[in-house]
Structure formats: structure tokens, C-alpha cells
């Protein structure tokens, strides 16, 4: 089935790229979640409105995008979390608990889908985090992982 991506997916592709996916995945996951609609000839027009509002976005978003990395990496960021004895945390930490504390500290509001965590995160103590904030920008955000 051949779909036009109307937002990212990751391992996928970007909004306005035509790709090609089973017809279980493409039906059932990707277009009732408004990811991607069918590819058809007039789809050619949508996939340039597209991509000419991703290009003008990308050039005005890469300069905003380099300052809030800036304000990221300067401060380490506190992430309270319920724990117990040893410093084992009941459970692992969420992107939506790292994303609420990024926003409290920097003030950026930052998607949680942006945030890249390599390992779970089951301990108290400093770890690091990347945030993808454009597609040329990351940054790497030091995390206290506190209790609370």
C-alpha cells in the first residue's frame, strides 16, 4: 500500500514522503491515526503543500531551535520520582515526567516524542538525555533524577 505521510514516523519517514508499507499497518495503524493518507495522483499537490510548509518551518524553526539548546544544556534538570530503599525507582522514568521538568526549568515547551532516552532510567542519581528539537539540532540535557 503506498501512503503519504502526513507526520513523522520514526524509522519511517518525514511528513510528505510516499512510502510504501503492508496494507494491515497502512489501514490499521497509520491512517486512522491521521499519519499518512492513501497515495493517489491529485495526492501529488498535497505532498508539495507539504513539504513547501515543512521547508519554511525548518528555516525559521533551526535558529529557534539552536537557542533553546543553549538554554537546555546550560542547566541540569530535577526529575522528582516516588523510590525506594537502595534508590530503586518503582518503575523506569517517563519522557513525559522528563518533558514536564525540561518545561518547568527552561520554560521551552518541549513534545515528549523528541526525547531520546538510550537505557530506561530505573535509578536515582545524574543521567543524560538527548532531545531531537529540529532535524540538524540536538541537545543533551544532564538529569538529576531525585525523590520525591
Known amino acids: 500500500m503506498k501512503l503519504i505521510l502526513t507526520q513523522e514516523v520514526d524509522g519511517l519517514g518525514a511528513p ?3 512510502v510504501e508499507v503492508k496494507d494491515g ?3 490499521n495503524y497509520l491512517v486512522p491515526r491521521g499519519l499518512g493518507i492513501r497515495w493517489t495522483r491529485g495526492g501529488e499537490k498535497t ?3 507539504i513539504k513547501s510548509a515543512r521547508t519554511a518551518r ?3 524553526d533551526e535558529d529557534h531551535a539552536k537557542d533553546v539548546k543553549a ?3 546550560a542547566n541540569a534538570v530535577n526529575v522528582k520520582v516516588r523510590s525506594g530503599e537502595g534508590g530503586r525507582l518503582f518503575g523506569a522514568v517517563t519522557t513525559t515526567e522528563i518533558a514536564d521538568a525540561i518545561t518547568d526549568v527552561s520554560g521551552e515547551k518541549v513534545d ?3 526525547i531520546v532516552v538510550a537505557n530506561p532510567i530505573k535509578s536515582l542519581g545524574a543521567h543524560e538525555v538527548t532531545v531531537k528539537l529540529h532535524d540538524e ?3 543533551t540535557v544532564a538529569l538529576n533524577v531525585v525523590p520525591a
Do not use: F, Q
Open 71 to 73: 538554554k537546555l544544556e
Open 58 to 60: 525548518a528555516v525559521r
Open 25 to 27: 499497518y497502512g489501514r
Open 16 to 18: 510528505g514522503d510516499v
Open 112 to 114: 515528549r516524542r523528541t
Open 47 to 49: 505532498i508539495e503543500s
Open 137 to 139: 539540532v540536538s541537545a
